[in-house]
């Protein structure tokens, strides 16, 4: 075999709308969303910023094809499944992904846009309690509360991941002092300074997904 002294190519992979966004949730879920720049999106796919322009029309557009990612990786509900083994599942399924990825909910807040996959979920979220027996505005109600509870708490893990971790001492000692004063909260203490988010968003959702189906009956 000889050579000839010609380096070898690299071939580039097909810049395409899904890479742009695929690559825009890598570098946000590693870097924070408000480090995100059709630069740095660039620099990560090792083309030029303005090459991107070619497949999405602004940042704008990323954020909306980053929120429709996140939905798309969230399985849809069972149309014959128990209505509340589902909506527990993909609620519990909704949490993940928003835990996952932290900048969801922000971004949710932010835009208020919805792709086909967060479309797709919603109308069956909806026609699994339709089917359940809730009317239209029962439904919407339903809804609402799911949707709150949801992001409530996502948002909550966003912005104070480590409330667990932190207060639990600081608190305690705070509130010695003052035990005679308010004795409930001293005797919680260790756990009001304390959050588990997951635990706690699966209990709210239980009494939530209790409370819809006395409802029905």
Same mark, same amino acid.
């Given at each position: 075999?000889?050579?000839?002294?010609?380096?070898?190519?690299?071939?580039?992979?097909?810049?395409?709308?899904?890479?742009?966004?695929?690559?825009?949730?890598?570098?946000?879920?590693? %870097?924070?969303?408000?480090?995100?720049?059709?630069?740095?999106?660039?620099?990560?796919?090792?083309?030029?910023?303005?090459?991107?322009?070619?497949?999405?029309?602004?940042?704008?557009?990323?954020?909306?094809?980053?929120?429709? %990612?996140?939905?798309?990786?969230?399985?849809?509900?069972?149309?014959?499944?128990?209505?509340?083994?589902?909506?527990?599942?993909?609620?519990?399924?909704?949490?993940?992904?928003?835990?996952? %990825?932290?900048?969801?909910?922000?971004?949710?807040?932010?835009?208020?846009?919805?792709?086909? #996959?967060?479309?797709?979920?919603?109308?069956?979220?909806? #026609?699994?309690?339709?089917?359940?027996?809730?009317?239209?505005?029962?439904?919407?109600?339903?809804?609402?509360?799911?949707?709150?509870?949801?992001?409530?708490?996502?948002?909550?893990?966003?912005?104070?991941?480590?409330?667990?971790?932190? %207060?639990?001492?600081?608190?305690?000692?705070?509130?010695?002092?003052?035990?005679?004063?308010?004795?409930?909260?001293?005797?919680? #203490?260790?756990?009001?300074?304390?959050?588990?988010?997951?635990?706690?968003?699966?209990?709210?959702?239980?009494?939530?997904?209790?409370?819809?189906?006395?409802?029905?009956?």
């Amino acid at each position: 075999m000889t050579y000839d002294g010609a380096m070898p190519t690299r071939t580039r992979e097909t810049l395409t709308r899904d890479r742009i966004i695929d690559a825009a949730v890598m570098y946000t879920d590693a %870097h924070g969303i408000d480090s995100l720049s059709m630069r740095k999106l660039g620099a990560e796919l090792d083309v030029e910023a303005m090459s991107l322009y070619n497949h999405v029309a602004n940042k704008d557009d990323i954020y909306d094809g980053m929120i429709d %990612h996140v939905f798309a990786s969230i399985p849809l509900p069972e149309q014959d499944g128990d209505w509340q083994d589902e909506i527990r599942r993909i609620g519990m399924a909704v949490m993940d992904a928003f835990t996952t %990825h932290p900048w969801t909910v922000n971004l949710l807040m932010m835009r208020g846009n919805f792709g086909p #996959a967060a479309l797709r979920f919603t109308d069956r979220v909806i #026609a699994t309690l339709n089917s359940a027996g809730f009317s239209d505005e029962n439904a919407h109600h339903a809804w609402q509360m799911l949707s709150s509870h949801t992001m409530g708490y996502a948002f909550q893990q966003a912005t104070n991941p480590g409330v667990a971790h932190h %207060h639990g001492t600081d608190v305690s000692d705070q509130l010695e002092s003052v035990a005679s004063e308010f004795p409930n909260v001293a005797r919680l #203490a260790p756990l009001l300074a304390q959050c588990e988010y997951g635990t706690e968003f699966a209990f709210g959702l239980d009494i939530i997904i209790d409370g819809l189906a006395a409802r029905l009956n």
